[in-house]
């Protein structure tokens, strides 16, 4: 069964850091551009961060820009997101997302913060059940 799993979430002071992870099952991420998102209720899905998946690309919203830090670690089939300096309007739950480079090639040098992409004829395929980040004092 192909699954993403992310796990780090918690509660964090402002100003504090966690580090989310995105592991994967049933197949491995070296094919896939990966996506983190994030959602708090009532709110449209927000793209926060993405790496393609030659690892060479990545791109940040600009409300995260400085202050997260996507990577991968292929050898241990998962990706990163170090999330610094959080702020309480960071509060949301963080999803990843997967879309591989054998059906979308354009995803091996790029990478999309939008849930799909290209006038919509491309989409991250795989979810997972997000984790839970809480920044209050």
């Known amino acids: 069964q192909l699954q993403l799993v992310e796990s780090g979430g918690g509660l964090v002071q402002p100003g504090g850091s966690l580090r989310l992870s995105c592991a994967a099952s049933g197949f491995t991420l070296d094919y896939y551009a990966i996506g983190w998102f994030r959602q708090v209720p009532g709110k449209e899905r927000e793209g926060v961060s993405c790496i393609s998946s030659s690892g060479g690309v990545t791109n940040y919203a600009d409300s995260v820009k400085g202050r997260f830090t996507i990577s991968r670690d292929n050898a241990k089939n998962t990706v990163y997101l170090q999330m610094n300096s959080l702020k309480p309007e960071d509060t949301a739950v963080y999803y990843c997302?997967?879309?591989?480079?054998?059906?979308?090639?354009?995803?091996?040098?790029?990478?999309?913060?939008?849930?799909?992409?290209?006038?919509?004829?491309?989409?991250?395929?795989?979810w997972g059940q997000g984790t839970q980040v809480t920044v209050s004092s």
């Open positions: 997302a997967a879309v591989s480079y054998t059906v979308y090639p354009i995803v091996q040098a790029m990478c999309f913060l939008t849930r799909d992409f290209l006038s919509h004829r491309y989409e991250y395929i795989y």
